[in-house]
């Protein structure tokens, strides 16, 4: 199967080939929903405008091949948008029902077994008014602002679903969510240091502080899964795992420290030192408030989200499953599906960690990261190379 | 020189008093080098009511409502202590069931206060299930207080010369069987904490007091113990029928903010066997005997202290009567006030992040230290 992604498409065939056709050679769901949503939208609109004025040229423009792939391409954008969003949410559901059980409560309870209750809080900080301190850097803070909780969704929408469901298919698919992931903790600091406050400061010299700790453990991590299928594409890793074995089986020691790393990545409970409520206020986030932290909220779902994501990728074997993986009602109707369950089951022992820990102390972290962590990942990349070189793998 | 330009980095930090950590309305400034304090300052004083001058226009019986107020989770050890030091000043023995009714009282009391203690402790190094849990277990002591005393907090239930009302029916009962749920839970929530090296590794070896501190800065309570003290006015200078019960007073040498916790923990098991000897003492006592005397109205002229073992250290009052009705002066030493005077020797060289676990050991109650 050969992707192609939309900057190829663009430099090799020039623009207005991009418009005049589908940029996907292969089958895209989100694209195919799009098409078809603008295909009964446009459609509706040109025959309204038909009916108005008969045998216009704006009713033929708007059915026309090159302006249903442009629309399309904008609507799949919003498909897949909303697809991540709404599965964040049912995240969010999920991280307060479980602790509600853990804590012996029953977590929220309005509507649809507690589920408006996301809805509900969202609106509330969208309701809130917009305070912005006088004495701050005020370039720095909306964009440290909005940088962070920009790379946030475009790393949500980055993860593809199924070989079906993707914006783009980048050959460096993993690297380049790496890459975002890693840009947070230097807009965090950026952000802390332009609020002109003390907490904020502190809380942004800890992000920075905890990135050096789970960063380069979680990057060697990487390298044993690269190595093993031979491709930093994920529809490459998972399709070498559905051929073969998934990779929590030979990588088990990798498995349970990258998740660690991920809660670190994410910035949870017990990692969430950069806002530590008890000493720090609200750490980098104590000078946004209101709808600006209901969206920092947003975003560190996002993040939980796309770190869960890559344990599924390196390890779970994406969206594959072993026995009916390869039959066709399963292709057809369940990848995406049996991936975010799989996703929300990663998601599950990031809220029982949250559940069971206290937050640990920046010391604490450097020590894990350094003492623990490091050589759980070279031992884990060197089982990785003997398995390679012995051929077992 | 180059002294100088290396304090331009540090930086204070006012923690409090609107702040998570500060559990009341207190400040602790720190100085920060990094995230190393180098210096620090307690500041205490926004919850003053004038306590001690309100007591002065009210009569004797009603100053005993004023004392729950004191500290919210400790009342009946504030009354009980009003009580006594009139009591002391009037010259009286207490009817022995009521004395007995005083001691579960007060160990029920010491439960729950600690239980919130623990609660803090939850959401200070930041895990809210410590917080729920302990908070559940101490819903039942509360309603061990609502059986005895009709009220969860504010209980007014210690009267000078004994206690307001006898046991209602099948209090043994209940309060037998809250303890023994007591203990099994409690294990559960020592299984969160203790068995997890996170929660071990955040307390263990931070905020260090010596012996000599201990001396110097006047430190009691659980505090004194955790550094090797071994002194407890219960057993030490009993009062009531502290006296009879049997039990053990936890002491641990390390000194930092662990072993104030587990001597904390201690406590509690140990009060659960204190109400367990007092529940059956009070089995031996016939059942109409008194458990209240008539006193007068006035207390003698004269000077009168008691002390008692507050759950957060030594409560102490001091009461100067002039005969009438009212006290001419009532002093309350508030065993937090002169603990937390020690915050600054204890955070000294630890981080931030170390702050709230090492404040969480002191139990601030602000009611009583500022009075």
Known sequence: MAYESITNFIVNRGYEDLIAMSPYEVYNLPYDIAVKIWESLGGLIAWLINLIFPNNGVSQWLISDPVTNGFAIILMVIVIFAVSFVFCLLMLWEERKVLGRMMDRRGTMVGLKGFLQCLGDGLKTFMKENVVPKAIDKKIYWWGLSLVIGTSVLLACMVPLSNRWFIVDYQAGLLIIFALFALAPFLILCAGWAQNNKYSLIGGLRAAELM????????????????????????????????????????????????????????????????????????????????????????????????CALVVFMYLGGWSLPVIGGEDWYLQYFPEIVFLLKVALVFFIFVLARAALPRVRTDQILNVGWKALMPLSVINLAIVILLKVTGVM | ??????????????????????????????????????????????????????????????????????????????????????????????????????VVADEICRIQSHLMWLAAVGT??????????????????????????????????????????????????????AIERFEKSLWDIIRLTDDSSIFVGRMKGIGYITRKDVANYGITGPAMRGCG??????????????????????????????????????????????????????????????????????????????????????????????????????????????????????VQGVRIADIPAIMAMIDMCLGETDR
């Open chain 2, 124 to 177: 200070d190094v930041g895990n809210l299930t410590i917080f729920l849990w302990a908070l559940r277990e101490r819903e039942f002591m509360l309603d061990l207080n609502v059986r005895l005393c009709g009220q969860r907090l504010t209980t007014n239930y210690p009267r000078i010369g004994g206690v307001r009302n006898d046991m209602p029916y099948y209090f043994e009962r209940d309060c037998m069987r």
């Open chain 1, 212 to 307: 050096i700790s789970y960063e380069i453990p979680m990057l060697i991590l990487l390298a044993g899964t690269v190595l093993m299928a031979g491709s930093f594409n994920i529809n490459d890793i998972v399709a070498y795992q559905e051929e073969h074995i998934w990779f929590v089986i030979p990588q088990i020691i990798g498995f349970f420290t990258c998740i660690v790393c991920a809660v670190a990545e994410s910035e949870r409970v017990p990692f969430d030192l950069s806002e530590a409520e008890a000493e720090l206020v609200e750490g980098w986030q104590t000078e946004y408030a209101g709808m600006k932290w209901g969206l920092i909220m947003l975003g560190d779902y996002f993040r939980g989200y796309v770190a």
């Open chain 2, 229 to 346: 003290v071994d002194y407890d006015i219960r057993r030490d200078d009993p009062y009531d029928a502290y006296g009879e019960m049997e039990f053990e007073v936890p002491v641990l040498k390390e000194g930092d903010a662990y072993s104030r916790y587990m001597v904390r923990i201690e406590e509690m098991f140990q009060s659960c066997e204190i109400i367990r000897q007092a529940m059956k003492k009070l089995e031996s006592i016939p059942k109409n005997a008194p458990y209240r005397l008539k006193v007068p109205k006035c207390i003698p002229e004269g000077t009168h202290m008691a002390r008692i073992e507050d759950p957060r250290g030594e409560g102490l009052m001091y009461l100067v009567s002039d005969g009438t009705e009212s006290p001419y002066r009532l002093k309350v030493r508030s065993p937090v006030f002169v603990n937390v005077s020690a915050s600054k020797h204890m």
């Open chain 2, 1 to 102: 020189m180059a002294e100088e330009k290396m304090n331009s980095d540090k930086m204070w930090v006012t923690m409090g008093p609107q702040h998570p950590f500060s559990h009341g309305l207190w400040t602790l400034r720190v100085e920060v080098d990094g995230e190393i304090i180098t210096d620090a300052e307690p500041e205490v004083g926004y919850l003053h009511r004038g306590w001690e001058k309100e007591c002065e226009n009210r009569t004797y019986n009603k100053i005993i409502p004023m004392a729950d107020r004191l500290c919210y989770s400790a009342s009946m050890t504030w009354s009980h202590l009003f009580c006594k030091v009139a009591e002391e000043a009037l010259d009286i023995e207490v009817p022995e069931r009521a004395q007995y009714l005083r």
